[in-house]
């Protein structure tokens, strides 16, 4: 008779080929009873609904969101699927959504059915399903996205109305950013008795991003047509946030809307800048004052156990892997020394932007250094796999507890590419301290590391502005995460430019 422990491996195995061919989603088909039941017992999968799995990870309590998070799209892609094939559509909302990638789990899915009545499935952290009939509505064109059913793009952009507009702009902003001809929209606009209403708002809204020939071209081939059109701007916001863009990746489109969306928020809440400081070594001392503060305050915010005579172990240079063991498998003393390296390599980087160099050119050149720099101690001590500092990651990640999603791994190169040209072109050091943190863990682009090289990257532009060197405290991490989310997810930057003045503030009155 099998022992527990292998039965569990038995079980293991199974799940993961099964997590590799379904993208982590199992149904109970899938599963022999007896693997089921001691995948469930173990806290390897977590049950989604009656027949229907997510793998899980057993650490993670019952409140954890993440799984769930990371897990939704693929879910709602396997269960459509699996019970209507083909024959249902995202309404016009989700259908948008998901073309401009948007990195935000929505509450409430809506689903066009051909068949069946209307109803809504309930799903674990209050997010849901509403299914409706409505086969008369159902596009014969459908696209598949991800693997579900949605409009096109164009058909999509000539079906919203007004509302979407209104309420979610940076979506809009970045699916007409998508459309490279209207003559793709026109091709909608004019099938069967036209769509004139929704021609006048597509020109309006063209027109406000600065597309003036193409909306030009929508309204005169309407006309030409016997349609009567009325121009009319859709958009509520005061200015666009893409303008006539010509990015081809709706990522890279995202970074710049976020950007150019709320720079004006951070510097309605961030003192002036002092201006870069007329005796560098000052500066970097009052750095080095800072060290073991911030080194237990970044570390411990990211779950590590530090204290300060590790992090004074660490920085005097007696931590020594090769000859002490204890030192070789203390996961929280390479995470200190790493920390140190990595410190020391930012230090360097502030130098040179103290002496004018564009503070976006050094950070570009040396981020993947300072990576490097904070998981070399782990990788000596074989935490951490070589391969791993080579650069950005390979995979997928997901933010504990968090609604957004980063970034896929086939964006990150457009959008580092477009968040170090913001950050270099960029003339308020505030903005590129505030934007450039929130944006670069917004995209994660590191398997680890975020969190820490985010701040660094935050220091390191506060720099070249003149202000202090600012330490997230341990005991502000749930705000901090909050203001995080609230941007993240909320689209509302202003809780976290308020909140690094805080942070900013209360180490300056110390």
């Not at 190169?413 to 590129?432: C, G, K, S």
Request: aromatic share 8%.
């Amino acid at each position: 008779m099998a022992r527990p422990n292998e039965k569990l491996a038995d079980a293991l195995r199974v799940l993961k080929k099964l997590q590799n061919k379904h993208n982590g989603v199992v149904q109970t088909e899938d599963l022999k009873e007896s693997h089921r039941v001691i995948l469930l017992e173990e806290g390897f999968i977590r049950q989604v609904m009656k027949g229907w799995y997510v793998c899980s990870n057993p650490r993670e309590g019952d409140g954890d969101s993440t799984v769930w998070y990371a897990s939704f799209w693929p879910f709602l892609s396997g269960y459509l699927n699996k019970r209507f094939g083909k024959r249902y559509c995202l309404n016009v909302d989700a259908s948008i959504l998901l073309h401009t990638h948007c990195t935000v789990i929505p509450r409430q899915v809506t689903v066009i059915i051909k068949e069946g009545g209307t109803s809504t499935l309930k799903l674990p952290h209050d997010t849901s399903v509403l299914l409706y009939p409505d086969e008369k509505n159902i596009p014969g064109n459908r696209v598949e996205v991800n693997g579900l059913q949605a409009l096109p793009l164009a058909d999509g952009l000539c079906r919203i109305g007004p509302q979407f507009f209104r309420n979610s702009p940076r979506e809009a902003e970045i699916a007409l950013g998508l459309v490279r001809d209207p003559g793709d929209l026109l091709t909608v606009l004019l099938a069967g008795a036209g769509l004139p209403a929704a021609a006048g708002r597509l020109a309006g809204a063209l027109r406000f991003m600065g597309r003036n020939a193409d909306a030009d071209r929508i309204t005169e081939t309407m006309r030409r047509a016997k349609h009567n059109v009325r121009e009319s701007n859709p958009f509520e916001i005061l200015l666009p946030t893409l303008g006539n863009s010509r990015e081809r990746s709706p990522y890279a489109m995202r970074i710049q809307s976020m950007w150019a969306g709320w720079r004006n928020d951070v510097l309605s809440v961030f003192p002036s800048a002092p201006g870069l400081p007329k005796i560098p070594d000052e500066y970097l001392g009052r750095i080095d004052e800072r060290y073991v503060a911030d080194a237990y305050n970044s570390l411990s915010i990211e779950g590590y156990q530090v204290n300060d005579e590790l992090i004074e172990r660490v920085a005097k240079g007696n931590w020594n892997p090769e000859e002490d063991a204890k030192d070789k498998g203390d996961r929280d003393a390479m995470a200190a020394r790493g920390y140190f390296r990595a410190f020391r390599d930012v230090k360097a980087s502030i130098a040179a932007i103290l002496s004018g160099e564009n503070a976006g050119e050094v950070a570009r050149k040396a981020h993947h250094h300072w990576y490097g720099e904070l998981f070399a101690p782990s990788v000596t001590a074989g935490i951490v796999e070589p391969h791993q500092l080579a650069g950005y990651r390979s995979g997928p990640i997901f933010i504990r507890n968090s609604m957004h999603t980063p970034l896929p791994r086939e964006a990150l190169a457009d959008a580092m590419e477009t968040l170090f040209n913001l950050i270099a072109q960029e003339p308020e050091p505030a903005v590129r301290a505030v934007l450039g943190h929130h944006l670069f863990v917004f995209i994660h682009p590191y398997f680890d590391g975020n969190g820490r090289i985010g701040r660094f990257l935050m220091n390191a532009m506060l720099a070249s502005g003149g202000y202090p060197w600012t330490i997230i405290r341990m005991h502000s991490r749930a705000r901090y995460m909050s203001a995080l989310e609230q941007a993240s997810v909320g689209g509302d930057i202003k809780p976290f430019a308020e909140f690094i003045v805080q942070e900013m503030h209360a180490w300056e009155a110390r």
